[in-house]
């Protein structure tokens, strides 16, 4: 089925880098989310984008709709110890696809160090 | 509130053994999932129920049985499950129908651990 690229597949930084991951597409979104999974537990939606071009922040996160609708991006400054986690970006309705139909991207596993 | 809540947490069963998952939210949500999820890979949708009635099977083998008995609840109903079909399964809400379907927004509960022996 489709799917987001999404990169990097895994990030290595010591607390307090900044860490920034992206998704792209070959097809248009018109909304772009943006969840953190821990280890066991389910992805909590941190993000979500739902205007191209819109940048929207929440805490030390941020991300961004791009203009073409086809990426996005998501910041996360001044990394902490509990960022760790599995970053996804996925978008709804692409393509004309059914409700229910939640592409995801494949993944950004964040590491920091103390 | 954006919660949705799962029971139990964790579930070891036998190849023989019948048991069911639950899902409730409080949302107004219409539109209710169930996923699984493999380590570290993105979930893999299996069931969408809108308005309490199924409209997506995935092409999910019969020992998965889903059931929405109102617009509140979901369940899964595990029998004759395999090792293989250990995993995170994760139950998830959106307000469905209600809005568009590029603006749909799910919200998923924190997942049941199952174990297949």
């Known amino acids: 089925g489709q799917q987001l690229n999404q990169s990097p597949q895994s990030m290595f930084i010591q607390e307090g880098e900044d860490v920034s991951m992206n998704c792209t597409s070959s097809?248009?979104?018109?909304?772009w989310l943006w969840y953190k999974q821990e280890p066991g537990e389910g992805p909590v939606l941190l993000i979500a984008l739902y205007k191209a071009g819109e940048l929207t922040s929440n805490g030390r996160l941020t991300a961004q709709f791009g203009i073409t609708r086809k990426d996005s991006f998501l910041n996360i400054s001044a990394s902490i110890p509990s960022d760790v986690g599995i970053y996804f970006c996925?978008?709804?309705?692409?393509?004309?696809?059914?409700?229910?139909?939640?592409?995801f991207g494949q993944g950004t596993i964040l590491t920091v160090h103390p | 509130d954006t919660e949705v809540t799962q029971t139990p947490k964790h579930l070891v069963m036998g190849m023989t053994n019948k048991k069911s998952l639950k899902c409730e939210q409080h949302?107004?949500?219409?539109?209710m999932y169930w996923y699984k999820q493999k380590a570290k890979k993105p979930p893999e949708l299996m069931f969408v129920y809108s308005y309490e009635k199924l409209s997506i099977n995935e092409s999910v083998p019969s020992r998965f049985s889903p059931e929405c008995p109102n617009s509140s609840l979901l369940n899964l109903h595990l029998h004759a499950l395999q090792p293989e079909d250990s995993a995170l399964y994760l139950c998830?809400?959106?307000?469905?129908?209600?809005?568009?379907?590029?603006?749909?927004?799910?919200?998923f509960g924190p997942g049941t651990r199952l174990t297949v022996l």
């Open positions: 996925a978008g709804p309705g692409a393509g004309g696809t059914s409700y229910g139909k939640l592409t």
């Open positions: 998830a809400s959106s307000q469905g129908r209600l809005v568009g379907v590029d603006t749909d927004t799910q919200y």
């Open positions: 097809s248009i979104f018109n909304t």
């Open positions: 949302m107004g949500h219409r539109a």
